[in-house]
């Protein structure tokens, strides 16, 4: 059974970076599509922060462009999320998702409608 584990949350300073990991397991062999990375804090939807196709295309909004980078290894299976200029309002529980094959049309972009499999989540808060 595939799992989506996600590390590196934890608390900073603002204007101080965090990278996330995300780690599947479970699968090794297959390829998915599509792996994001989200967002919610609380009382608010959760919102999409980037994606990254199998061939290395990603999709970042510009709600964190220039600050947030996504990357993956898939030799570790693992995806990243560089936060660079860290800001309070960036603090909420961050997720990893994956869209496992393409569909409908819906080419690789991080809207949580399009993800089937997700991780637990890990904290960030940013506060001085």
């Known amino acids: 059974q595939v799992q989506l584990v996600e590390s590196g949350g934890g608390s900073v300073q603002p204007g101080g970076s965090l990278k996330l990991s995300c780690e599947i397991t479970?699968?090794?062999?297959?390829?998915?599509?599509?792996m994001g990375w989200f967002r919610q804090a609380p009382g608010k939807e959760r919102e999409g922060v980037a994606a990254i196709e199998t061939d290395g295309y990603t999709s970042i909004p510009d709600s964190v462009k220039g600050r947030f980078t996504i990357s993956q290894d898939n030799r570790k299976n693992t995806v990243y999320l560089q936060m660079n200029s860290l800001k309070p309002e960036d603090t909420a529980v961050y997720y990893c998702a994956a869209y496992p094959e393409w569909r409908d049309g819906n080419y690789c972009r991080p809207r949580p409608s399009f993800f089937s499999i997700w991780g637990q989540g890990t904290q960030v808060t940013v506060s001085s």
């Open positions: 479970g699968d090794t062999e297959s390829r998915y599509y599509c």
